[in-house]
């Protein structure tokens, strides 16, 4: 499972949580302009927007995961498994652009400055499945991007391509999105506030607890839960606008669908957790991260690096708990 959100207070923040039984080694990865660009069916690209963000890089590639680039756009992949069906590239049709799914972040990082901008390269694209190698086969994902004004979500399902209004800037798993958007219905009571008693008149309810009007948000560990509670806590955040209190503020929102060793079996012995968790202030380029065993949040800034440079630079996630003895 895994979790992505958008939160804004005076800057643009964005990120996700990477849940998974294992890691595939990934690495905080800058792509500066000048690093060359070799699509699988859409030639080279030698010069583009500077990315940051989360990748597994494979032989000098980097397979994103998530990432934002300087133009302040962010997107991350999630899994869909059982409902992503990706095109068969058309060499054929001129005004279709196939691009392969491993590289559809880079792809629209790469060139697009806004979501609108995203829209019309959506119109064009043929998202095809042909896999990065055999090792790594194509990887069975929905997307969420957004920038600081809208977020959409991308799906790429046997009826075809599918671009839908992300109104709630949440991201999980299955089902489907418009699916996600209409179970939230259920939860359209939920509060912040104390309940007011409309149970029956005459009825006297001692309201005994504080956070009764959340009776109902869902506790468990499934994508459709995460969806409610995640979308429940970014709607009803309250931060200052500082970059600490909204960074921190955000490590809490996708605290509320973190995932502990232990609590979900995908495989006799086998458990899910919260590998890392990111989040980047889509304005000035920082990308923050916690791991499943480091709770300190480390940050590489994208402005430290030459962005006019050609290499990609790459910076291992720092590991083990950082503890802050007091005496
Ligand atoms: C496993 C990751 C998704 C985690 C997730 O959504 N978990 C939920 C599990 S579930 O729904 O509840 O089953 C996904 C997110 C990004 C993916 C990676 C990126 O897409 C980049 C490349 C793409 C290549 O095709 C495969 C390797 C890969 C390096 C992918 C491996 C893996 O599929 C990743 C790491």
């Known amino acids: 499972m895994c ?3 958008t939160y804004k207070t005076k800057d643009f923040y964005m990120g996700r949580t990477l849940d998974y039984e294992f890691a595939y080694g990934e690495e905080v990865t800058v792509m ?6 070799h699509f699988r069916y859409m030639g080279d690209m030698s010069e583009h927007f500077a990315i940051i963000g989360m990748a597994h890089v494979a032989d000098n590639y980097p397979l994103y ?11 991350a992949g999630l899994n869909f498994v059982g409902n992503a069906v990706y095109a068969e590239p058309d060499t054929e049709a001129d005004e279709k652009e196939n691009v ?4 559809f972040i880079p792809w629209v990082l790469s060139q697009c400055s806004s979501v609108k901008e995203v829209r019309s390269l959506l119109m064009r694209i043929n998202l095809v499945g042909t896999p990065y190698s055999e090792m790594f086969p194509a990887a069975q994902l929905h997307w969420i991007i957004a920038d600081e004004n809208e977020a959409i979500t991308v799906e790429s399902v046997k009826d075809g391509l599918k671009v839908y209004d992300n109104p709630v800037g949440v991201l999980t798993n299955n089902p489907p999105f418009d699916i996600q958007m209409l179970i939230l219905a259920d939860y359209a009571g939920l509060s912040p506030k104390q309940p007011v008693n409309t149970f029956a008149s005459g009825v006297d309810l001692n309201m005994y607890s504080r956070g009764m009007g959340t009776i109902g948000l869902p506790g ?13 806590t970014k709607m009803n955040s309250r931060s200052g606008d500082s970059e600490n209190e909204s960074v921190s503020q955000f490590f809490h929102i996708l605290g509320s669908v973190e995932q502990q060793r232990g609590c979900c079996e995908v495989a006799d012995g086998k458990y899910e957790i919260t590998i890392y968790t990111s989040c980047w202030n889509a304005a000035k380029g920082i990308y923050y991260y916690t791991t499943y065993e480091n709770s300190q949040i480390s940050a590489v800034d994208m402005n430290r690096e030459d962005l006019e440079s050609s290499g990609l630079k790459r910076y291992p996630l720092v590991n083990g708990q950082h503890i802050n003895y007091q005496n």
């Open 3 to 5: 979790t992505a959100a």
């Open 32 to 37: 500066p302009r000048n690093y060359p660009l």
């Open 65 to 75: 995961y998530d990432a934002v680039n300087e133009k302040g756009l962010g997107m």
């Open 100 to 103: 392969s799914q491993y590289e």
């Open 220 to 232: 468990d560990l499934s994508s459709r839960s995460r969806f409610a509670r995640v979308a429940y």
